[in-house]
C-alpha cells in the first residue's frame, strides 16, 4: 500500500535560517508527488508538484527515486514561512486518482 | 472566481444525530473530491464525484456516511448516526480535470467535534 512519512511532527527554525521539510514515501508505481501549504485560519493550498520542477515562494523540492524521498527545502526561511505542509502522494486506485497525505509538519520560524 | 465554499464551518453535534456537511465547488469543475483529517491522523480520502456520479468511494468508513451530488453541482456529506471517532475536520476540493497531478483547490474545512 502507499504511504508518505513525514517524521517531523514540528520544526522550528531562525528566521534567515536553511529550512528543510523531510518527506518519503513507499508506492509500487511511478510517483507523483506534491507539497501543500495550510497557513494560520486559511484553506490547504498547493506549494509545488513535483513535475513542474518550479520553485514557489522560494521553496523547492527535488524528486528522489533512490531514497523514495521529497524533501521540501528553503534556503533562508521568512516568518511568513510559518504554517503546516503537508506531503501528498498521487495514487490511482479504484478509476480515480486520490491524494494520500503525511501527517503533516509544523513549521515555526522564530524571528 | 469563488473558490471552493464549505459550510458550517464548524458544527458540534451529541453521538447519534446527524449532521449534513455542504460543499459547492469552483463553477465548472466536474470532479469533487472529500476528505477528511481525524484527530492526530492523516488527511484521507472519502470520495470522488464525476458531476453527480460516484467515481470512487473506497475511503468511505462505513454506512453512516452518505454523500450525494443533486445534477453535479453541490454535494453533501451526511453522517447518521455521528459518533465520536467522527471528530475532525473535513475538507472538500475541486478540479476541472481527473488527474490529481493538476492539484485540487480545497475548500477551508468544516471542523465537526461530536460529544
Known amino acids: 500500500a502507499q504511504r508518505v512519512t513525514q517524521p517531523e511532527k514540528l520544526l522550528s527554525v531562525f528566521k534567515g535560517a536553511p529550512v528543510e521539510l523531510k518527506c518519503n514515501y513507499s508506492y509500487s508505481g511511478s510517483p507523483e508527488l506534491f507539497w501543500y501549504v495550510q497557513y494560520s485560519r486559511q484553506r490547504l493550498q498547493l506549494l509545488l508538484r513535483h513535475i513542474s520542477r518550479e520553485s514557489i515562494k522560494g521553496f523547492t523540492a527535488d524528486l528522489n527515486k533512490g531514497e523514495t524521498s521529497f524533501h521540501l527545502k528553503k534556503p533562508f526561511a521568512q516568518e511568513e514561512d510559518s504554517a503546516m505542509y503537508y506531503c501528498?502522494?498521487?495514487?490511482?486506485?479504484?478509476?480515480?486518482?486520490?491524494?494520500?497525505f503525511g501527517k503533516g509538519t509544523k513549521l515555526s520560524v522564530i524571528p | 472566481e469563488a473558490g471552493v465554499t464549505q459550510f458550517p464551518s464548524h458544527s458540534v453535534i451529541e453521538k447519534g444525530q446527524t449532521v449534513t456537511l455542504r460543499c459547492d465547488p469552483i463553477s465548472g469543475h466536474d470532479n469533487l473530491y472529500w476528505y477528511r483529517r481525524v484527530m492526530g491522523k492523516e488527511i484521507k480520502f472519502l470520495l470522488h464525484?464525476?458531476?453527480?456520479?460516484?467515481?470512487?468511494e473506497s475511503g468511505m468508513p462505513n454506512n453512516r456516511f452518505l454523500a450525494e451530488r443533486t445534477g453535479g453541482t453541490y454535494s453533501t456529506l451526511k453522517v447518521q448516526p455521528a459518533e465520536l471517532e467522527d471528530s475532525g475536520v473535513y475538507f472538500c476540493?475541486?478540479?476541472?480535470?481527473?488527474?490529481?497531478?493538476?492539484?485540487?483547490?480545497f475548500g477551508s474545512g468544516t471542523r465537526l467535534t461530536v460529544v
Open positions: 476540493a475541486s478540479s476541472q480535470v481527473p488527474l490529481a497531478n493538476y492539484g485540487y483547490t
Open positions: 501528498a502522494l498521487v495514487y490511482s486506485g479504484a478509476g480515480s486518482y486520490q491524494l494520500t
Open positions: 464525484f464525476v458531476k453527480e456520479s460516484k467515481q470512487d
